[in-house]
T-cell receptor, first 116, second 112 residues
Framework: DTAVSQTPKYLVTQMGNDKSIKCEQNLGHDTMYWYKQDSKKFLKIMFSYNNKELIINETVPNRFSPKSPDKAHLNLHINSLELGDSAVYFC???????????????FGAGSRLTVL | QQQVKQSPQSLIVQKGGISIINCAYENTAFDYFPWYQQFPGKGPALLIAIRPDVSEKKEGRFTISFNKSAKQFSLHIMDSQPGDSATYFCAAFREYGNKLVFGAGTILRVKS
């Protein structure tokens, strides 16, 4: 009964490849996010979607493309992978982005991407 | 540039001691300040949160102290236990821009 589930948990691939990470939430939340956690554990937002609409797009290379087929899913596709893309990618969801007190993010367990 | 500055980077505390993690921010538009706890191999999970109209919030052994004029807030873990060993992130939210901004994290180790 995982609230936010993402797959795969581990991904090892070569430079130049294209890969996807999938995320699903069963909390009924309207907003979903992708965060990147680097080797120093710094968490940085990449994207957020509210009801399938992109609302935050941080300065992320356009090799990264999020896709939200419905409000329960937010997938991350990465083209032409580079060494610097190695990190842990976290999917998260929240009920209402615009109300501060309600902005409780529920995170998935993370997907560790290693680019060789 | 880091909008929320967190210190220390790492902290070792004896079992039963008090763990203190500090955060500072610049943007006065922030109006919600949560703390997240992350165990190895897991995603961060909300621990406790405070709004700037309150100077202190306590939940069990965890207390947030908030100093609005100094733009600082801190997490105190009383009677620290080995099970508290984790990475702790402070964060700040502002409605404009609609995003939660995280501090750099503090790795806490509680020695038994």
């Amino acid at each position: 009964d995982t609230a936010v589930s993402q797959t795969p948990k581990y991904l090892v691939t070569q430079m130049g490849n294209d890969k996807s990470i999938k995320c699903e939430q069963n909390l009924g939340h309207d907003t979903m996010y992708w965060y990147k956690q680097d080797s120093k554990k710094f968490l940085k937002i990449m994207f957020s979607y509210n009801n399938k609409e992109l609302i935050i797009n941080e300065t992320v290379p356009n090799r990264f493309s999020p896709k939200s087929p419905d409000k329960a899913h937010l997938n991350l596709h990465i083209n032409s992978l580079e060494l610097g893309d190695s990190a842990v990618y976290f999917c998260a969801s929240s009920q209402d982005l615009r109300e501060a007190g309600a902005n409780v993010l529920t995170f998935g367990a993370g997907s560790r991407l290693t680019v060789l | 540039q880091q909008q929320v500055k967190q210190s220390p980077q790492s902290l070792i505390v004896q079992k039963g001691g008090i763990s203190i993690i500090n955060c500072a921010y610049e943007n006065t538009a922030f109006d919600y300040f949560p703390w997240y706890q992350q165990f190895p191999g897991k995603g961060p999970a909300l621990l406790i949160a405070i709004r700037p109209d309150v100077s202190e919030k306590k939940e069990g052994r965890f207390t947030i102290s908030f100093n609005k004029s100094a733009k600082q807030f801190s997490l105190h873990i009383m009677d620290s236990q080995p099970g508290d060993s984790a990475t702790y992130f402070c964060a700040a939210f502002r409605e404009y821009g609609n995003k939660l901004v995280f501090g750099a994290g503090t790795i806490l180790r509680v020695k038994s």
